[in-house]
């Protein structure tokens, strides 16, 4: 069976995106492929964090994987820092990687410019996140088209690494939805809807209550025509209420257009609403089962323990190759 291999930032609060985007798609490869998910804690600190957030967040994150369709005994789940691998085998590949490789990576520069105090941890991040995906071998790597890159740097090196010291790793690729829903902001359906957003009002959280939602999803912009149909570039708004439908439900958008025909705006978000609150509701109930739960902990440790194992092996065996300890 290939293995996949993904993380999703604590960087806030996991929203509708993250689930119709990202861990809805890895609920589906669990069948398919034996699956690795982690928290990339570690990657959360290249920014300032609030240290005891930042813990609960990671918690919260896990429970919510899991909740969202996630199964514990088809993927392994663990936490980025409970495994000291990751950092050293970042190190041994620092080593290996250019500073001008480094710097074409898009997103730093990206990032760099909305910060004053930029960390040499934010520059090097995407060799650390080669190291979370050398480690385990894994073949493929979930991915938003923002990672694309940084998957890539990780071909790049790991394909070096193989040429100077003999194989060692395996050339992960990326997998990027082909035409995965891109779930828009519902105060401005031009932008992506963000966990780091800073106002977070057009957002929907995942742990968001029924009120909050109703009141977000009625407010959503629109547009000043009345007709409701598919039409990205000059109905972003509505386009966005459809899709968020069709995900849901999974229904094409020319089903969900058709469904929603005869509706006016007003009660097109409500019937969104009520599927989201319905969802949602589901999610939210199994997260309240696990959040604080002993079984919570169990799965952290089994795969604290089960991951611990395989990096332990591959980084010894890097160790020995580049001539490092008595291995
Ligand atoms: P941040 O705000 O920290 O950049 P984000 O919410 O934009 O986070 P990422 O952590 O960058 O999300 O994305 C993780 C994965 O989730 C990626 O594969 C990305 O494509 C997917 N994803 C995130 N937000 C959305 C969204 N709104 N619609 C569809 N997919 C999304
Ligand atoms: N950089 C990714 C999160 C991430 C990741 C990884 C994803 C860290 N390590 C390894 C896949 C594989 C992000 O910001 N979304």
New binding site residues.
């Given amino acids: 069976m290939k293995r996949i291999?993904?993380?999703?930032?604590p960087?806030g609060e996991l929203t509708l995106g993250s689930l119709i985007g990202s861990i809805g798609q890895m609920v589906m490869y669990q069948n398919e492929y034996e699956s690795f998910i982690f928290v990339?804690d570690m990657?959360a600190i290249t920014v300032k964090q609030d240290p005891k957030l930042l813990k609960e967040r990671v918690i919260k994150n896990v429970a919510l994987y899991i909740a969202c369709g996630l199964d514990p005994s088809k993927n392994v789940i663990y936490i980025?820092s409970e495994n000291l691998y990751h950092a050293n085998l970042s190190w041994v590949l620092e080593c290996n990687t250019y500073i001008g490789e480094a710097s074409r990576m898009t997103q730093f520069k990206d990032k760099s410019k909305k910060q004053d105090n930029v960390t040499v941890g934010l520059f090097t991040?995407?060799i650390?996140?080669a190291a979370?995906?050398l480690l385990y071998d894994a073949d493929y790597?979930?991915?938003?088209v923002?990672?694309k890159q940084?998957?890539e740097l990780a071909r790049d090196i790991s394909e070096r690494f193989n040429k100077t010291y003999g194989n060692t790793f395996k050339i992960p690729e990326p997998l990027i939805p082909e035409v995965g829903a891109k779930i828009m902001d519902l105060s401005d359906p031009t932008r992506k809807m963000s966990k780091s957003d800073v106002t977070g009002k057009g957002v929907i959280y995942l742990l968001d209550d029924e009120k909050t939602i109703r009141k977000k999803i009625m407010s959503a912009v629109t547009d000043s025509e009345s007709k409701v149909y598919y039409d990205l570039v000059n109905k972003p708004g509505i386009s966005n209420l459809l899709t968020i439908y069709s995900s849901l439900k999974e229904i094409s958008i020319k089903e969900t257009e058709e469904h929603f025909k005869d509706c006016n705006y007003g009660n097109l978000k409500k019937e969104v609403a009520d599927l989201v609150v319905e969802k949602l509701s589901i999610i939210q109930e199994k997260y309240n089962n696990l959040i604080n739960s002993e079984e919570l902990d169990k799965i952290l440790d089994n795969g604290k323990d089960v991951t611990n194992v395989i990096a332990k092996k591959k980084l010894e065996e890097v160790f020995n190759k580049v001539g490092l300890g008595r291995y």
Avoid: A, E
């Fill in positions: 291999l993904t993380g999703l930032q960087s990339p990657h980025q991040y995407p650390l996140m979370d995906i790597v979930p991915v938003g923002d990672q940084h998957v």
